[in-house]
């Protein structure tokens, strides 16, 4: 087969927001012998990420056979913000309600992007649910205390309000005392143990005691507040009295377990003994502002970053004096290193540190330390405590770190309309169009801007929501661009804008269909016609099989009074459960599309006739383990689906025969991406021919953030006759045919894995032999942000 021209398009200036803000869920504290450590295991984490244009992002990390693999982090939800919003400061809760499963709908969270209120999303449909004034003011901080009942809010006039979170409410509870400053951090103290006829002691975390039978419950003792004018400020929280002012530069406050740490504005790292307020260990770990701090999952490490890039790491010793023969505990700075180019905004440890016994807490294989700021990656690095049982993969200084792509939604911000050669750009509340002018070309001069591409118009969108999706028709006189709760639908150059239906990601078909999958709100699939005779646009059919109803039977209360005769019947409760559609696809005729939502479920249509009412449902696929990242069908071979799934693995589905093909169940095996360091991004198949074996030269291209790999499925499908071909190859050739290689050099051939294109952000064909390739270099990214801290060394 004939060698693939890349078009290598550097023009497209996508450029992801500044991640902003962190945060990770907290752990089951409260006294019940039900929740134990022994009931909780982290089987699902969550992460949530802030972004400078108001989105929030929920990572999920799926531990698979007690192994935590690097392939398990993916995109779980998206929180569309509203247009000009940002997101600073992010919170988890949890409910009331105790539950034994970890799920996302058991938590609460809560984010401030700078202004008065403070917002509750619902994670279960991805909308805001409450809303509440913070009455002091711009919200600066805001930190939820240990037993998740109450958050504290650092305001703008100088004072902490305190919202109460029980029974599920977000309403205020008390006001502290006020102070002539901005409080810029807040942090609770570590909570007391207070027993029947025994006063509560402020500060006094030698009360938890792992007798569970003894605690009665959780008391919060004081919050410290990092102030504007170079000041700690300590409140206790029974009287709401100012009680102690310790004097630094401004400050980023964090608690441990009796001792809190502050980061100010000169790159101090210090700690402050809690009880006394004095200072115990200065250290000048960074050059510049100290925007973040975080504590390790055992309270024994420390992680601070900032301004100049750096992330350094803090662990307490315990060191024995010759003189005294005693034993005093001195924190050190044990590692630093630079994974990001930018300003750090944000830190975050899983599992979070909790001033418990170790033996109520869940257990986990391992920690890690979660990352992001303006160079606008998240980064997740092992940040397990150094000791001489610890695995140098494991340890902060010494393991391997991974930065997860650019996917700040679950479709791809880049579409390719490829029979007139348009590339459409998305962003937050705009889109921009482009066309690729010489197709012959190999490479495409991002420089030039006359000859090989040009702009053709850039839309500004008046929108309440960001957007989420888009789609451009095959012929580009279509395009369609979707929030959370508004879709828009242009044609030829914005002469018409028509429809507001609820989107999450929507594919163009070759016969002008639209079709629309259904956020978390509806879960379901509509059809719509795009006749351009009648220049109308027409709902077809409308799809429900991703809408879920659970149904739970129970008895009635046993407390009520029956009278006598009077028959008792089961009570049957519905529910209907919201699911999202994360990936649509598809066939180039236009008889099959598929559907995907975050259950790793897969839906397949049939929609060959002439008549929508006789549109069906074909088939639906076994759930997969791993989320779903990309399916596509193949245009030769319509009725064979691709699937690219969360572990850099794909699976080939025969729609017509309703199975998966025996020639590739051992696909996994055989392919063997799972070595690759990045995830899978996107999936596409080779749409080139050979006219004389079709069958046999079939190719599936996949790709990453960092490679691109493209997969010859011919060598699989002759698996069946591998034994026969190797008989055959060992008789001797009367003709001048080429034999079959051996085994390990014919897996060369079938798989090619290219690094020379990095990083990428798009590719698919464009023609039948010249494949796009869409690279944002990080470089181009920087020259958008204010210029990053430097100091230049001595002699350069």
Known sequence: MSALHAHRCRFV?????????LAFPPLYLKNNQEFSSQNLKLECNFLALGRANGNIEIHTWLILDHDASKY????????????ASKVDTLAFSLKSEIFKSVKLQNYRLFSSGGGTEVLEWDLSNGEILHSVSSQGGSIWSMAVNPASTRLALGCEDGSIRILSLENNQLAHWRRLDRVKTRLLSVAWGPPVIQQPGKPVENGNVSEISEDEGEIQDWEDSFILAGCSDSSIRKFDV???RSVERMTVDKIRGEKTDGTFISGDSLGNVKLWDSRTGTQLQSFTAHGADVLCLAVGSDGNTIYSSGVDQKICQFSKINIESSCTKTSINKWVNTGSRRVHSHDVRGLGVWP??????????PSSPVSFLASG??????????????????LGSFAFESSQYRRLPYKTSFSNPIQLARGVGFVLCRRSNSLTLWRINNLQQADINPISSGSDWEELIEM???????LVASAISNDGSWIAASSLNELKL???VLKRSVGELQAETNIYSERIWLIIGGSWASSKLYVVDLDSAINAVRPLRLFEYHCMQDILIRDDDPKETHSMGAARFPTLDSQQKRVAITCLATSIDSQWFASADDLHRIHIFNLDSLQASFFTHHCALPSFPHPIIGMVFDPLNPSLLAIGLSNNTFQIFDVEARQFPCWADNLEEHVGLESLQDPLVGITFDSRANPDNQKEDRHVVLWGNSWICKVKLGGFIGNATSKKRRRESRQPSLTNEVTVPPQSEKRDEDLRVIRRY?????????????????ERPLVDLLNSLPPAYYRPKYGT
């Open 72 to 83: 398990a982090w993916s995109l779980y939800m998206i929180l569309s913000g509203l247009v």
């Open 373 to 390: 700021g303006l160079d606008m990656s998240l980064v997740i690095c092992p940040c397990t405590k150094p000791n001489s049982k610890t």
């Open 460 to 466: 500004e969108l008046r929108l309440k929501n960001n």
């Open 13 to 21: 200036d996508y450029t992801p927001t500044p991640i902003t803000a």
């Open 238 to 240: 029974p009287s709401g």
């Open 352 to 361: 979070p540190y909790a001033p418990v016994p170790s033996s109520l807490l």
């Open 490 to 492: 242009f044609r030829d």
């Open 758 to 774: 990095r990083p990428l952000l798009f590719a698919d064909f464009i023609r039948e032999d010249e494949l796009l390739l869409v």
